[in-house]
Nanobody, 126 residues
Framework: QVQLVESGGGLVQAGGSLRLSCAAS????????MGWFRQAPGKEREFVAA????????YYGDSAKGRFTISRDNAKNTVYLQMNSLEPEDTAVYYC???????????????????WGQGTQVTVSS
């Protein structure tokens, strides 16, 4: 069992930056691939970024490429999402998720994740 707690969301102006954190409980954090997803009101959940259990592989959704960076610190049981050049279109609830190790081609699909956090709101004003 893994419990995930996101933090770092808030209100920021367009062009600004935020760093989201996701702290995981348990001693097996390094066994999980980790992902960030987001959901805006009235829209479907969207893949943002993911990182393999070792940190050696990272993946980004089209909206995140070139602006967001995912990283992890297995010693601190924490995964991060650095978000730069934020746009109003990035406004959403951001969720952290953990996936038991498996084929990396599944890492973009929310349905493949086993545990989810409660989400943190990110609001970007124009």
């Amino acid at each position: 069992q893994v419990q995930l707690v996101e933090s770092g969301g808030g209100l920021v102006q367009a062009g600004g930056s935020l760093r989201l954190s996701c702290a995981a409980s348990g001693r097996t954090f390094s066994s999980y691939h980790m992902g960030w997803f987001r959901q805006a009101p009235g829209k479907e959940r969207e893949f943002v970024a993911a990182i393999s259990w070792s940190g050696g592989n990272t993946y980004y959704g089209d909206s995140a490429k070139g602006r967001f960076t995912i990283s992890r610190d297995n010693a601190k049981n924490t995964v991060y999402l650095q978000m730069n050049s934020l746009e109003p279109e990035d406004t959403a609830v951001y969720y952290c998720a953990a996936k038991v190790q498996g084929p990396l081609w599944q890492i973009r699909y929310g349905s493949e994740y086993d545990y989810w956090g409660q989400g943190t709101q990110v609001t970007v004003s124009s």
